[in-house]
């Protein structure tokens, strides 16, 4: 293994400081960093599709706030209609909109009004 600078580090040196080196890095460029206060959370279901993926499912966009700016995070929830137990859950987390995760164009149009509307 090597670190920052270049050099071989062996146990002695990952324990001493290239753990924290790594932990950074992914704090830093993969996992980002967990706010050091608890930030103000609401949200708004601003569309809704009951006969979305040919009748069998439906549709949820739904807009979460966080923060004082309000920062804006985009979820995509389709549940099944006819079932009458518990269903299993996928969470999938993009940067693009929602309409990139499926091809069905009435699970987006929110999105795409959003996006169409960026400078």
Known sequence: MIDNAGQSVGRDEWDAYR???VQRLFDYSIHGKS???RLAVRHKVVETDPK???????SRQ???FFGDDEY??????????NSTSPVAGFVSLNFSVNHTVHADPASSSE????LAARP
Do not use: G, H, M, Y
Request: glycine share 0%; hydrophobic share 40%.
């Open 111 to 114: 999105a795409r009004k959003r």
């Open 19 to 21: 753990r924290a080196e």
């Open 52 to 58: 979305a993926l040919d009748d069998r499912a439906t």
């Open 35 to 37: 706010p050091s206060r």
């Open 62 to 64: 739904i807009a979460a």
């Open 72 to 81: 804006r995070f985009d979820i995509l929830l389709n549940t099944p209609n």
